[in-house]
């Protein structure tokens, strides 16, 4: 176990299924700290608290699916982590999709119907769920995983370069409602977004042993830089893009 920034630390992580979000488990719990999982997929969120307790020597890992398109549903979730463990130091948001086309004018709206849901909507209900609790903390942290594709849109991506550009805005407000709460003496939390162009792992190298990902983010690297949000100052990280790809 850690004794960082992260030691007893208690960091909700939601979409904590899939392939980043096993690794910011696994890091976040071998950081010392206690790590409560969430996701749509109860069988794929087993598998990767499992796989944390046991990577990380037995540490505190739990999970539970959550709705996180339904507000209260999500509220509950947030208060039932705090009271359970006493306190709620983080949350890192996980919650992922994609949707293209091959052109502009082939957009389908029902592909930003769908991001707006995973990727806007999840925001807005974890930051709002999880506000009060996070300022509580002396270590408070929002993470939000974005998309280089946010700042620069390609015409293919319309709806996803827009869902990821909202999802930023509304991470921003949040650091703003930090900064503001922290008065003169400056913020006590912070609300982040770590920048990838896209994310590779394991298995998606084995499928393709000739592709070179050329400037994706490994998810053990992201969850990394994940932890990494908490060895700063609040007021250094607050409200900041921190760029894990090359700028577009």
Not at 18 to 37: K, S
Not at 166 to 187: C, H, I, Q, S, V
Request: zero cysteines; charged letters at 25%.
């Amino acid at each position: 176990m850690g004794n960082g920034a992260l030691n007893g630390a208690v960091i909700a992580v939601a979409g904590a299924g899939g392939p980043a979000g096993r690794a910011a488990l696994l890091r976040l719990a071998e950081a010392g700290a206690t790590v409560v999982g969430a996701d749509n997929d109860p069988e794929r969120l087993a598998e990767a608290v499992d796989a944390a307790r046991y990577g990380a020597g037995g540490a505190t890992v739990t999970g539970e699916p959550v709705d996180l398109l339904d507000l209260d549903s999500t509220r509950e979730w947030a208060s039932r982590v705090e009271k359970e463990f006493g306190r709620i130091d983080g949350v890192v948001h996980l919650v992922g999709g994609w949707r293209g086309s091959e052109t502009f004018i082939k957009t389908s709206l029902d592909d930003w119907d769908l991001l707006e849901l995973l990727l806007v909507k999840t925001v807005q209900h974890t930051s709002l769920a999880f506000f009060e609790g996070l300022q509580r903390s002396e270590r408070g942290r929002y993470v939000l995983i974005s998309a280089s594709g946010a700042s620069k849109p390609t015409a293919g991506n319309a709806a996803y370069a827009a869902a990821k550009a909202a999802a930023e805005a509304w991470t921003l407000a949040l650091a703003d409602a930090f900064r503001k709460a922290g008065g003169a003496g400056g913020p006590t939390s912070a609300a982040a977004i770590l920048v990838v162009k896209a994310l590779v792992h394991e298995a998606m190298r084995a499928d393709r042993p000739n592709a070179k990902f050329a400037g994706f983010t490994d998810v053990k690297d992201l969850a990394e830089a994940i932890a990494g949000v908490w060895d700063k100052p609040a007021h250094e990280v607050n409200g900041q893009r921190l760029w894990l790809t090359e700028k577009p």
